[in-house]
């Protein structure tokens, strides 16, 4: 993608506002098999902290957010740019053919405001999946689900709530960047954590050994940097703690979570609370299921958590913990006769660094089969906090691939930020963390720390000239941003 189109100045005055959009996230599925659904990009006044913004709106024509699609049938959509702005979507999650797949430039262009696109594939199997724009518009809450449910979900006797997160600025995309890259901002103090300090910033972390975690600095070793941008609030499904979206739900119930990290710049830790929870699904993906109540979740990954309510009455936070910070969001659970309690967003304690402790015990419910990679890529991720320049560096040249090969890439990150590393139009299965070989989640972003080494593995089987890049939205526009590239895709 080509510099200019992360940097294309938002023309918020000339955009025609729409009333706040009402949220019915958990709502009964709008399914676009054999039918066309429009979906349309628009702008809408947002009120967050007691003060107005304009930020993006990504729907269907009835005004209500995202997709839910049925598996096995087709995406068939009209994409509308009723914005004022040229852009485009991402299927995120999704496997459409190359020139469908929404990056711009890449191959297809950016949609020009009042004008329609028309997209069809195959939307594949079920899974927790969104969309967004490829752009900085993405920080503009340029988002939304894209659910595609079975015919083994529509049957459950569970309630689905789709919780979407964000992290919020009043200030531009390209305010944001200019302040990461300026001298001597000291824009990374607030989440700047040297390596003596980082265990007391992960309490109650279950199965983590906090004197050699996986991407912990060691004592001698530069400090490890978290959080480069302090927002203005921290949105789950477009609210803050101070006025949640509360979900009815029923006594000793079951609840499916389908948890979308849409944040530009943060990585969160879900926190069930008192609900035990089960890990079913990750990027859309099964696993092995999982037992806990904190499942850390980086840009661009997705989670499934189910959950058993208990058989009396209750109001039941679940919250997204700022990584190394006390911010926190979230939304309620409750049933009809529940006292809401309050949930303020400042917690007592940071929430925990994310590491690659569960990460490890993932086990794809349908994984690769079993061969020997055709190819292998050793990948070097690189940067700086000084001068905000981040790269992905390959020794053994661009990474070429012909159809039909089983492709390894192996992650080494060799800069003081964790990296949420993303393969279009692709599912990996990790299969490889410190050197430890395992047979871990099929999903499409994995998370890197610092000095640590992941290794994933994809077929080869849909030729194009693939993105593969930082989910860390201001990391991609400042160069952590490369290719899978098809014999003959060009």
């Given amino acids: 993608m080509h510099r200019r189109q992360f940097l294309k100045t938002l023309a918020i005055g000339a955009a025609a506002l729409a009333p706040i959009a009402n949220y019915p996230w958990s709502s009964a599925a709008r399914a676009a098999t054999n039918r066309t659904t429009d ?11 007691g003060k107005a913004a304009t930020v993006f709106q990504l729907g269907t024509a009835d005004g209500k957010p995202g997709l839910v699609l049925d598996a096995g049938g087709d995406f068939d959509v009209n994409l509308l740019n009723h914005s004022g702005e040229d852009t485009l979507i991402h ?84 305010e944001l960047l200019t302040g990461l890259k300026a001298p001597g901002s000291g824009h990374a103090m607030a989440g700047h954590m040297a390596a003596g300090h980082m265990a007391s910033a992960m309490p109650d972390m279950e199965g983590m050994h906090q004197q050699h975690m996986p991407g912990m600095a060691m004592p001698g070793m530069p400090a490890m940097d978290l959080n ?35 944040a530009t710049a943060t990585a969160f830790t879900i926190d ?17 299921p999982l037992q806990g109540s904190r499942f850390p979740v980086s840009m661009g990954q997705r989670l499934d958590i ?19 910070a006390k911010e926190r969001t979230g939304v309620i659970l409750a049933t009809a006769d529940a006292s809401i309690f309050k949930v303020v967003t400042m917690a007592a304690e940071s929430g925990p660094v994310l590491d690659l402790a569960m990460e490890e015990s993932l086990q794809a419910e349908n ?17 700086d906090m000084a001068s905000y320049t981040w790269g992905i560096g390959t020794a053994d040249g661009p990474m070429e ?42 999903r499409d972003a994995v998370l890197v720390p610092p000095m640590a080494t992941v290794a994933v593995q994809f077929d080869a089987t849909n030729p194009g000239h693939w993105p593969f890049h930082c989910h860390h939205l201001y990391h991609m526009a400042t160069g952590m941003m490369s290719f899978v590239a098809y014999q003959n895709a060009i």
């Fill in 228 to 262: 480069d941008i302090e927002y203005d609030a921290y949105l789950a499904n477009d609210r803050t703690l101070d006025d949640p979206e509360v979900f009815a739900v029923e006594k000793g119930g079951r609840v499916r979570l389908r948890i979308i990290n849409g």
């Fill in 91 to 174: 299927w995120h999650g999704l496997t459409p053919p190359w020139d469908m797949d929404g990056v711009p430039d890449n191959p297809a262009k950016l949609l020009p405001t009042g004008e329609t696109r028309h997209y069809l594939f195959p939307v594949g199997q079920g899974g927790t999946h969104w969309m967004h724009a490829h752009t900085l518009q993405e920080q503009a809450l340029l988002a939304a689900p894209l659910i595609v449910r079975t015919a083994a979900d529509r049957a459950r006797d569970e309630q689905e709530v789709v919780i979407l997160l964000h992290d919020f600025s009043f200030k531009t995309p390209e």
């Fill in 272 to 288: 069930t609370g008192t609900l035990p929870g089960e890990l079913i699904a990750v990027d859309g993906m099964d696993v092995v």
């Fill in 367 to 383: 994984p690769l089969a079993q061969r020997a990679a055709d190819r292998t890529y050793a990948l070097t991720l690189t940067g």
């Fill in 401 to 442: 691939v012909a159809s039909g090969n089983r492709v390894e890439l192996v992650m080494r990150n060799m800069s003081m930020m964790a990296h949420p590393m993303h393969l279009h139009g692709h599912h990996f299965q990790v299969v490889g963390i410190n050197g430890k070989r395992i047979n871990g989640a099929v």
């Fill in 306 to 324: 189910r959950l058993q309510l208990p058989p009396g009455s209750g109001a039941f936070p679940i919250l997204a913990l700022r990584e190394g």
């Fill in 39 to 49: 979906l349309s990009i628009s702008k809408r006044v947002l009120e967050v902290n």
